[in-house]
């Protein structure tokens, strides 16, 4: 597959076939990785510039590993240490980093939109690194990359997603690629954090965690972004654990040897319970090993070529 695409801003923009691509080649990817030397010149001689704007462990670290082993050269851009702090848009600061004839910006912002603005704007491709509350689409990649994995394929298959929905862009944007590849996707969250209107594409939205865990294949966890308790959108971290923590006893109900996902950073002992967490069936390190295979595909398609060359 010829891929078209200059920028990746979020799923709904792609057909499955050509998610299904980008799984596909970052299978290749994926073996590179277990190699004893990970460096390939298959990006030699292109620019890559992480433009982070919102802290972050593994979406930054694992694109610029990614770019390193194919051979790109990276730069990490500190808003701590860049003209931002004199008050620089972020237009000038991409228009700036443009001018350094860069090929590929990756870019995290508070602001939903951030990375739509600036794909409009630049000529280099822009890939979005999570924006706001609106969308991450490499997280959904990889979550993605590791069910098929996991499970083999999406048809049929039941998916719970359980948190707080609300504020979650791993959410929103994992609902778009499992829905256009075919999975059975059911929200889960106290009403406050679940809001009505996520109730499309099909999607189910359910406030009762313990009636949705039977039959269900996987069941992904979602940060609960702690900073939101103060507008009193749940009484207790520990009444919201009670009704929604997911732990081994808990997980139990599926009746399944289920596929347990984080996205990361976990707040252990409210969402998600170490006893858990650490388990057999938790794939969360595997996420952010497979997160680097993902980007690696990305980059690759973006400013490589053809993924028959890989390998
Ligand atoms: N999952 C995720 O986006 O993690 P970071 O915030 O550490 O990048």
């Known amino acids: 597959m010829k891929w078209k695409h200059k920028d990746l801003l979020d799923l709904d923009v792609l057909q499955a076939e050509e998610i299904?691509?980008?799984?596909?080649?970052?299978?290749?990817?994926?073996?590179?990785?277990?190699?004893?030397?990970?460096?390939?010149?298959?990006?030699?001689?292109k620019s890559v510039v992480l433009l982070f704007y919102e802290s972050s462990t593994r979406t930054r670290?694992?694109?610029?590993?990614?770019?390193?082993?194919?051979?790109?050269?990276?730069?990490?851009?500190?808003?701590?240490?860049?003209?931002v702090n004199k008050g620089e848009s972020l237009l000038d600061t991409a228009r700036t980093?443009?001018?350094?004839?860069?090929?590929?910006?990756?870019?995290?912002?508070?602001?939903?939109?951030?990375?739509?603005?600036?794909a409009q704007e630049l000529r280099a491709g822009?890939?979005?690194?999570?924006?706001?509350?609106?969308a991450h689409p490499t997280q959904a990649l990889l979550d993605l990359f590791t069910l098929k994995e996991k499970l083999g394929g999406f048809q049929g298959k039941k998916i719970v997603i359980v948190g707080d929905v609300l504020h979650s862009?791993?959410?929103?944007?994992?609902?778009?690629?499992?829905?256009?590849l075919g999975a059975e996707v059911v929200l889960v969250?106290?009403?406050?954090?679940?809001?009505?209107?996520?109730?499309?594409l099909g999607v189910k939205i359910s406030y009762d965690l313990d009636a949705e865990l039977p039959g269900a294949d996987a069941?992904?966890?979602?940060?609960?972004?702690?900073?939101?308790?103060?507008?009193?959108?749940?009484?207790?971290?520990?009444?919201?654990?009670?009704?929604?923590?997911?732990?081994?006893?808990r997980i139990r109900k599926t009746g399944k040897q289920t596929v347990v996902m984080h996205p990361g950073p976990m707040n252990r002992g409210i969402e998600i319970?170490?006893?858990?967490?650490?388990?057999?069936?938790?794939?969360?390190?595997?996420?952010?090993?497979?997160?680097?295979?993902?980007?690696?595909?990305?980059?690759?398609?973006?400013?490589?070529?053809?993924?028959?060359?890989?390998?």
Do not use: W
């Not at 862009?169 to 256009?180: F, P």
């Not at 966890?221 to 006893?249: D, H, T």
């Not at 497979?290 to 053809?306: D, E």
């Open 126 to 134: 822009v890939i979005n690194g999570g924006d706001g509350q609106h």
């Open 273 to 311: 319970a170490s006893d858990l967490a650490e388990s057999p069936l938790s794939v969360i390190d595997e996420q952010v090993t497979n997160g680097v295979a993902v980007r690696m595909a990305l980059i690759y398609l973006l400013i490589g070529g053809a993924s028959s060359d890989v390998a």
């Open 61 to 83: 670290t694992s694109f610029e590993t990614a770019a390193k082993i194919l051979g790109a050269d990276t730069t990490n851009f500190s808003v701590t240490q860049s003209s």
């Open 169 to 180: 862009r791993v959410a929103r944007s994992n609902v778009l690629g499992l829905k256009k």
């Open 20 to 45: 299904e691509h980008i799984l596909h080649t970052a299978g290749p990817m994926k073996e590179i990785l277990q190699r004893p030397i990970k460096k390939l010149p298959t990006l030699r001689g």
């Open 189 to 200: 969250g106290p009403p406050t954090l679940l809001p009505a209107e996520m109730n499309y």
């Open 219 to 249: 069941v992904m966890a979602l940060r609960l972004q702690l900073e939101r308790q103060q507008n009193g959108l749940f009484p207790s971290i520990r009444e919201y654990a009670k009704l929604y923590g997911l732990n081994l006893e």
């Open 97 to 118: 980093l443009q001018a350094m004839n860069v090929d590929l910006v990756i870019v995290r912002h508070a602001s939903s939109g951030a990375a739509d603005f600036l």
